[in-house]
């Protein structure tokens, strides 16, 4: 008898402790994504956009002649972004990710003219818009996020200015402006990393983190470069990469 009432005694204790176990995973997961199969949110970006590679052989190339690359200091430019998205997530913790922005990239420069009977210091920068469509896979772990996925981005727009001491001018890219838009590639896809974290504030979550992506396919047209500037050494080897580094405060809500 006594061997039986120990043995339930046992039984009973290892049932409560499991089940007090579950609880305590349960309310330590409880985050966004673990309790929703669906979540939706929207994010807003600002942060840095520069053009990595070639960019002063290009300036040099488009503006200002072989040589001047010894005057030019490339420079990020600030950049902003929106994007909506929706998350469906398969298991607690990972989801695949799908949206839908816009995004600015570009870059500056600053040109230091310093020779015998000429000075000038000058600023030069351009921004592409571009519509923004990222797919991502997304690992959620108690409110810390990470995902990796590639971007898709279509120009929709661009501006230049010119600014030096005596004269400031803007310039809006038409799509009839062929000299704006040869040089420029209006499709590009590449990689796209986030890292966050989900703070709970009542029904919804706000998520800051930074988001860094980068254009893989070359961004000018060689063979454009070329035609334009026969006489520019290298005009067909110019490679040009659009890469943006962006602190974002997203908001999400899961049902």
């Known amino acids: 008898m006594k061997k039986a009432v120990m043995a339930m005694i046992v039984l009973v204790s ?12 349960a309310v330590g997961t409880n985050t966004i994504g673990t309790d929703n199969k ?33 005057y030019l200091d490339t420079r990020p430019k600030l950049s902003l972004s929106f994007n909506v998205f929706i998350d469906f997530y398969i298991t607690p913790m990972m989801a695949i990710e799908a949206g839908i922005g ?26 592409v818009t571009y519509l923004e469509i990222p797919i991502a896979f997304k690992i959620n772990i108690k409110g810390f996020q990470a995902s990796l996925g590639i ?15 005596y004269d400031a001018r803007i310039h809006t890219w038409n ?24 703070i709970p504030v009542g029904p919804i979550y706000i998520v800051p ?16 470069i070329q035609d334009d500037r026969p006489d520019f050494p290298g005009a067909d080897e110019i490679q040009i990469r659009s890469m943006n580094i962006m ?3 997203g908001v999400e809500y899961g049902f």
């Not at 409560?16 to 305590?24: D, I, K, L, S, V």
């Not at 990239?105 to 000075?119: L, M, R, S, Y």
């Not at 981005?153 to 030096?164: N, P, T, V, Y």
């Open 14 to 25: 290892a049932l409560g402790g499991t089940n007090a176990f579950a609880e305590g995973v």
């Open 38 to 70: 669906f979540v939706v949110g929207a994010t807003f970006g600002m942060g840095m956009a520069l053009l990595a590679g070639d960019y002063e052989d290009l300036l040099a190339a488009r503006d200002h002649g072989d040589g001047t690359q010894d």
């Open 102 to 127: 816009l995004i600015g990239k570009g870059g500056k420069a600053e040109i230091d003219i310093n020779i015998p009977g000429f000075d000038m210091e000058v600023t030069s920068w351009e921004k």
């Open 151 to 165: 971007g898709m981005w279509i120009a929709l727009g661009g501006k230049s200015k010119w600014e030096d001491g």
């Open 175 to 198: 799509d009839d402006d062929d000299d704006d838009w040869d040089w420029v590639r209006r499709f590009n896809v590449g990689p796209r990393v986030f890292l966050g974290y989900a």
């Open 209 to 224: 983190g930074v988001t860094w992506m980068m254009h893989m396919i070359n961004d000018v047209d060689n063979e454009e």
């Open 247 to 249: 602190f974002n405060v």
